[in-house]
């Protein structure tokens, strides 16, 4: 068996539960807490946890889908609408799970290692793993599961068949990693380092170390870089460590290599002496954050006891990739995700569910390689295999290497390729059908299944605007989180999103249900209906040219004024439509679009009894939510809009819903909330408030193309305008102002980022390039440079607002969306 199968009953006694029982027979070995994933109904338990939504509302979905046992916290729930099904009840569904998984967790007696830190926590378990995998079977948290249910699920993956769990630990509040501390018990525990992300939710940094180091405290090895071992000692934190501490240090060898040292004080060991090791280390890359993150591993290994030579054998050929999906635009027209770093059943899972969310296109590929995890194991994973793949409902599959290609008769999709390697995939696929396709590449790393992406995918200039949507996801949550339970949410997705794309972030804002989406012009909402947005959508510039598209694609217009009120009703008319939903915009002091106050007497007069219309929103927008010596203003504007918004509502037979707040307002004015708000550039992470609690979604990269050493009295660049006055390195960078670089970033008015280091431009930006001066640096071509590290203090050096920049991002730039 591949997974433990606990009885229901069991269950209940391990969480605490009163049970209302109708089978007890059930056994249970997947949990579920989203109805939107399920997979495997027939031994699952679905968790009702407290997210965006309730997870009670959900009960009957899973229910029809064919889950039979559930935990749930409300007693009064109406539990005998469900005849089959089990329900276990508890205080705290979330903490149920976590007792479950801590459970579970404690059936294996093998290694567990922990991995916390700021940075680096998810490539660092997946460099352990590729290191350890020659010698153990290892159980390893998915992409980057780290959270409070994350890590739950994590453990849950824990089998017989391991030999070693590695599981990664993120928190972002005070009290978080003591539970999760008490579900890994960790043997070993990994801090990679701490830094300033998400570092909001504590106090001070002391106490985020506090907290971070928890796990530590609880392992019986701990390691973590040694320049962290004063914060350790002041916090007198030894004393109340369970295990042995080492610490980690390196330094550049003048031969190119590393000198790599671990060092074990008394304070944390009970020795007498420090026990001090050194070793050298090659390393392929120079960068901080790789060497850094690669010691970490070194570290580990070293307190495993393995040799050198072992070590350096096997961190030559270090994953270099980040792990993470990666979704594109592909020619044809398709879209890919690429997730060719590597292939497992649980990777495989939540690229599955990913693809599952892509609704713009009809058909659904999977090219999938042979799976080494599934072929070392001895019990029934292919079983497992056909399973997951049946469940995802593929219209074709591409089986590619010798294992899965024997096995074809096992899988049961309609259209079913197989091909012996990748190479005699690359020959047939111009003659594959690939248009109108979802194509998810899941590949092992050795099949090197980026060949293919390359290929089915388009654009190669060299800069990409990167959409990480997981930033993406942590935004909305956290704006969410904000709002009282009864305020829904509009979102802005004008603009292309604002520069990140269309569909992709529309899908994403289905998927997590907002109440509406809002678009400029009624082709934006064209596009979104036919890439499978069936959100309810507000289009605010509604064109009498467009009314056709507004009423065949089912959106919404915004009614500004009178003349279009009045022509859209007559078109309604036309049609024989009735109760089409509009929204009136208020003219409150922003002096765009809008009825102003003189207009509202014969509005209310129009909108009386007009069976064509179904006034289903008032809205209005506020001219200076951010800027706080404008708030008299505002509040007049809030005052103003609530006054007319109640007289208009009161001509009307139902309540109407009523909306004012933009991202600022959402950050400052609890007063404009109403029935929803109007989120916009703070999803991305944007906004002129609250900097590091929401983070920054969206990063513009590019790549050097070529290094020069310039003399002093050389010049860079059109009209000789950047002048050399030392000897200096310059890189020629592959972005230029039809790209959306800004031509006034020029000379050294902008800068960028490479590893770490702000770089100056120097001279003027070009069409298609520009140039960086970068002397002192130790820079190749190829790599990689951040445009926008901060994008607010970059827009406001050049007058201008992150909105301009993001926007103005060229529809050449390729846009590339991370889903870990
Ligand atoms: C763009 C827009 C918003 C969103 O504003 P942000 O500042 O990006 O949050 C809200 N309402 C209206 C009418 C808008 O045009």
């Known amino acids: 068996m591949a997974r433990k199968l606990y009885p229901i009953t069991e269950v209940a006694e391990i969480i605490s539960a009163s049970s209302h029982i109708i089978s007890a027979q059930s056994e249970i070995n997947t949990l579920a807490y ?169 106090k001070d940094d002391t106490e985020k170390f506090r907290e971070k180091t928890r796990l530590l405290r609880a392992a019986k090895k701990y390691v973590m870089p040694e320049k962290l071992f004063s914060a350790w000692q002041a916090e007198n934190l030894s004393n109340a460590s369970k295990g042995e501490g080492y610490f980690w240090n390196w330094e550049h ?124 194991r001895e019990d029934d994973a292919y079983a497992e295999l056909v399973q997951l793949l049946k469940d995802a409902r ?9 294992e899965l290609t024997k ?67 942590h935004n909305l949550h956290y704006f969410k989180s904000m709002l009282p339970p009864a305020v829904g949410m509009m979102v802005m997705v004008k603009a292309f999103s604002y520069g990140a794309g269309s569909f992709e972030i529309a899908n994403l804002l289905q998927y997590h249900q907002v109440a509406y989406l809002a678009v400029a012009f009624a082709d934006e909402g064209v596009a979104l209906r036919k890439s499978g947005i069936h959100l309810p959508i507000m289009v605010m510039n509604p064109d009498p040219i467009s009314f056709a598209n507004i009423h065949k694609y089912r959106l ?40 102003s106050e003189d207009d509202l007497p014969l509005l209310m007069k129009t909108i009386q009894n007009q069976k064509e219309i179904k006034v289903k929103s008032v809205f209005s927008h506020l001219a200076a939510s951010g800027d706080s010596a404008l708030d008299a203003f505002t509040q007049e504007q809030i005052n103003k809009f609530e006054g007319w918004a109640k007289a208009l509502e009161g001509k009307l037979d139902e309540p109407v819903l009523k909306h004012l707040a933009n991202t600022d307002a959402i950050m400052r004015f609890p007063d404009a909330y109403f029935d929803l708000v109007r989120l916009g550039i703070g999803l991305y992470g944007f906004g002129s408030m609250n900097k590091h609690l929401i983070a920054p979604a969206i990063q513009l990269k590019t790549h050097i193309t070529q290094l020069k050493t310039l003399k002093p009295g050389d010049t860079v660049g059109y009209g000789r305008k950047g002048v050399i006055h030392q000897e200096s390195q310059i890189a020629t960078i592959r972005i230029g102002y039809a790209d959306g670089y800004d031509r006034r970033f020029g000379n050294g008015r902008g800068y960028m980022m490479i590893s770490g280091h702000k770089v100056p431009t120097i001279g003027d930006i070009c069409m298609d390039m520009c140039m960086i001066d970068v002397t002192g640096l130790h820079v190749h071509i190829g790599d990689e440079v951040l445009v926008y590290p901060d994008l607010q203090e970059q827009a406001a050096n050049i007058g201008t607002i992150p909105y301009e920049l993001l926007v103005n991002v060229s529809q050449r730039v390729k846009r590339v969306y991370f889903y870990n």
């Open 34 to 202: 989203d109805t939107r994933r399920l997979r495997f109904v027939e031994h699952a338990l679905f968790f009702a946890l407290q997210g965006l939504r309730d997870g009670h509302d959900f009960v009957e979905q899973a229910y029809l889908g064919g889950i039979r046992n559930f935990v749930i916290h409300q007693h009064d729930f109406p539990m005998d609408n469900f005849r089959e099904a089990n329900f276990l009840v508890v205080p705290d569904t979330l903490i149920a799970l976590q007792n479950l998984a801590a459970y579970h967790r404690r059936q294996f007696s093998y290694p567990v290692i922990a991995i916390t830190g700021s940075h680096g926590k998810t490539i660092v378990k997946e460099w352990l793993h590729h290191l350890l995998a020659p010698d153990f079977l290892i159980a390893r948290s998915p992409k980057s599961y780290n959270s409070q249910i994350g890590v739950a699920l994590s453990l849950w993956e824990m089998a017989d068949h391991h030999q070693m769990a590695i599981i990664e630990a993120g928190i972002s509040l005070p009290g978080e990693m003591e539970i999760l501390t008490n579900m890994i018990a960790p043997d070993l525990a990994v801090l990679t380092g701490i830094g300033a992300a998400h570092a909001a939710g504590f």
């Open 253 to 376: 060898e003048p031969t190119g290599g590393i000198n790599c040292s671990l060092k074990c004080p008394p304070t944390c060991s009970g020795a007498e002496d420090v026990r001090i090791m050194t070793e050298p280390l090659t390393l392929p890359k120079k960068d901080r954050f790789y060497i850094e993150n690669a010691i970490s591993c070194w570290a580990v290994l070293k307190m495993l006891g393995y040799s050198r030579e072992i070590i350096q054998d096997r961190m030559t050929d270090l994953p270099q990739q980040e792990m993470r999906l990666e979704l594109k635009t592909g020619i044809h027209p398709s879209s890919v995700i690429d997730d060719t770093y590597s292939n497992d059943l649980s990777s495989l899972r939540i690229a599955l569910d990913f693809l599952a969310q892509q609704n713009q296109h009809p058909l659904k590929t999977l090219v999938l390689s042979d799976l080494p995890e599934v072929e070392t």
């Open 407 to 473: 096995r074809q008769a096992l899988f049961d999709t309609d259209e079913i390729l197989s091909f012996a390697d990748t190479r005699s995939l690359l020959e047939r696929l111009p003659q594959i059908a690939w248009a109108n396709h979802s194509i998810l590449l899941k590949g092992a790393r050795k099949f090197g299944f980026e060949r293919i992406s390359a290929l089915l995918t388009a654009k190669s200039h060299a800069t990409t605007l990167e959409i990480d949507l997981n930033e993406v996801e």
């Open 556 to 595: 919404e217009p915004e009614i500004f004024s009178q003349g279009i009120l009045d022509a859209w009703i007559g078109w309604l008319k036309n049609q024989q439509e009735e109760e089409w939903p509009i929204h009136l915009k208020l003219d409150t002091g922003m002096h765009r679009l809008g009825f």
């Open 394 to 402: 593929l219209d074709r599959l591409v089986l590619v290497g010798p």
